[in-house]
């Protein structure tokens, strides 16, 4: 079946570390984006990403990073840098005349 | 920028009943288009319902529909027949009809309505 795989479910990060966030999909679709979701508010748009290889900054990016070295994989990373990572995150995808496709996130907690 | 206003953070309503979600929304483009999705507690995003601006019939799927006032900025869903199932937070989000351009697929969320559905 076609659709969005983030991984992991869960994840855990200490002070002054890195995570990197899973984000795969077999819908072939151009386009890629990750969203943070912050208790009993909407979601935030982190990064996106067109095309391989090129991706820009969306609303909240200070603190994240990303790469688009394949279609189907549009990894996040949470560097040190941001302050206050705990949140839940949604990878999601999209082309063309459909709508959005979203991964089942992935809630990060700082500990 | 775009900006979605839903001013509902919390709405209720009685099995087999039927209630209204509210959205608004400022932009200055002509075309684009609204969606609602809902948000289970299983946290999955599942498509509700889309308009495209364009079309002056409002959209419907079985029992959710939606009243598009355009001129108004207006989006508002309705859920007939409510089931205990239809609980979830909802959400409005709006994207420019750009193919190809920079805002290309990039949703613009409302804040959510939390739906409670009582047997």
């Known amino acids: 079946d076609g659709g969005i795989t983030q991984s992991p479910k869960y994840l855990f990060r200490k002070e002054g570390q890195n995570v990197t966030l899973s984000c795969e999909q077999n819908l072939n679709h151009d386009a890629m984006y990750w969203y943070r979701q912050d208790p009993g508010q909407g979601l935030r748009l982190i990064y996106y990403?067109?095309?391989?290889?090129?991706?820009q900054k969306g609303d909240i990016a200070e603190g994240y990073s990303v790469s688009r070295e394949k279609k189907e994989s549009f990894p996040l990373t949470v560097t040190s840098a941001q302050k206050n990572p705990t949140a839940f995150y949604l990878c999601?995808?999209?082309?063309?005349?459909?709508?959005?496709?979203f991964g089942q996130g992935t809630r990060l907690t700082v500990v | 920028a775009q900006t979605v206003t839903q001013s509902q953070p919390e709405m209720s309503v009685q099995e087999a009943e039927t209630v209204t979600l509210s959205c608004t929304y400022d932009?200055?483009?002509?075309?684009?288009?609204l969606f609602w999705y809902k948000q289970p507690p299983s946290r999955q995003m599942i498509l509700v319902i889309r308009?495209?601006?364009?079309?002056?019939q409002n959209a419907t799927e079985n029992r959710f529909s939606v009243n598009f006032q355009k001129a108004a900025k207006s989006f508002s869903l309705k859920i007939s027949d409510s089931q205990l199932g239809d609980a979830a937070m909802y959400f409005c989000a709006y994207n420019t009809y750009n193919a190809g351009g920079t805002s290309y697929g990039k949703l613009t969320f409302g804040q959510g309505t939390i739906l409670t559905v009582h047997p």
């Open positions: 990403s067109q095309i391989v290889n090129d991706f």
């Open positions: 999601a995808s999209w082309t063309l005349n459909t709508e959005a496709f």
């Open positions: 932009t200055s483009e002509s075309d684009y288009y």
């Open positions: 308009q495209e601006a364009y079309k002056q």
